[in-house]
């Protein structure tokens, strides 16, 4: 509330109690009955209406002022577990990746409550949430407890200051798996709150679409929730990790035996992959039959293209002509 409207609130609440104070006189001279009290219980509805008017449309905060841990909760089975079985395999080639067509513009109503997952997961990560509007969607500004940091940030829109992370980086899903799903899983896989995070956004750049084994949060006490989160988004969109990523998740997760991951049920991709064109070998020439017949080399004969054997040397002798004499005759 302004200081000035504070003002003016406190200037019209002291005049309305000092008349209701004084107990007004009827028409008649008699003394009216209402009490005190009852004047100024009617008039402070009109007063807090007047100002509900002069005041922004900014509301308080829905999360309180207690301390927010950003991030999907994790509530299934052992993160080792579920890390034991994912496929490992080496990256595939990033040949067609693009963030747009390949997995949607921007952020979509992935839990269709008519909120983009942009501003659940702001709201979901943040405390002293604060909204633009009285639907309780656009969120103005917060606090960001930075999992990836350990740095509180005091956001507010168009400070530049926060991201939304995918966990599991798009293009790194592209090389390990994702081309195999189809534009909706796709699509499912870049809004799934599970894969989502409010974080610092120079952390955010700095990660880049790195995994594991070449990036982990600054803040080493979230890092088993960190590396937990990406194994659940790659058990359920079907994704497969690196052995080298697979080590690096291991070796975090040896640090805290009883992490979790999420509750997930595996998806079946729905997409077609490209087949590979492969070049036709040609066909292994037939080997041409020999007979076993004796022929004497260069003594005629009369079926062109026969083949024997020459009775002296062994050697395989065509029925064929030559170029300067037209007659066939046994040749090599």
């Known amino acids: 509330m302004k200081r000035g409207t504070v003002g003016l609130f406190s200037a019209l609440f002291a005049a309305t109690l000092a008349v209701a104070l004084v107990a007004p006189t009827a028409f008649d001279g008699t003394t009216a009955e209402r ?3 009852e004047a100024i219980a009617s008039a402070v509805p009109t007063l807090v209406a007047f100002e509900s008017q002069r005041t922004a449309v900014v509301l308080p905060a829905s999360t309180g002022h207690s301390k927010v841990r950003p991030g999907a909760k994790l509530t299934g089975s052992r993160a080792r577990t579920v890390l034991n079985a994912l496929p490992v ?3 595939a080639p990033a040949t067609g990746y693009n963030r747009n067509a390949k997995f949607g513009n921007g952020f979509k109503d992935f839990n269709r409550n008519k909120c983009d997952e942009r501003q659940d997961a702001l709201k979901r990560d943040m405390s002293r949430v604060k909204y633009k509007d009285r639907k309780r969607c656009q969120v103005a500004s917060g606090r960001l407890d930075d999992a990836y940091t350990g740095r509180a940030i005091n956001w507010k829109v168009k400070a530049g200051s926060v991201d939304i992370d995918h966990v599991v980086a798009l293009k790194n899903a592209w090389i390990s798996g994702a081309q195999r799903l189809s534009q ?7 809004n799934d709150p599970l894969n989502l995070m409010a974080s610092s956004a120079s952390a955010n750049r700095s990660k880049g679409d790195r995994n594991a084994a070449e990036w982990v949060p600054r803040n080493r006490g979230f890092r088993c929730q960190y590396v937990a989160t990406q194994i659940s988004v790659k058990r359920k969109y079907a994704l497969s990790v690196t052995s080298s990523e697979k080590s690096a998740m291991a070796r975090v997760l040896k640090t805290c035996a009883q992490q979790r991951a999420a509750k997930v049920t595996p998806i079946k991709p729905a997409g077609t992959v490209a087949k590979k064109t492969t070049t036709k070998k040609p066909a292994p020439k037939k080997a041409v039959k020999t007979t076993s017949r004796k022929v004497s080399p260069g003594a005629f004969c009369s079926l ?3 083949r024997g054997i020459g009775k002296s040397n062994g050697k395989v002798y065509t ?6 004499d037209t007659r066939a005759r046994w040749r090599r």
């Open 35 to 37: 009490a005190p009290v």
């Open 89 to 91: 395999k080496g990256k």
């Open 304 to 306: 062109r293209g026969a």
């Open 319 to 324: 029925c064929k002509t030559s170029r300067t």
């Open 184 to 190: 909706t899983q796709r699509q499912a896989l870049a």
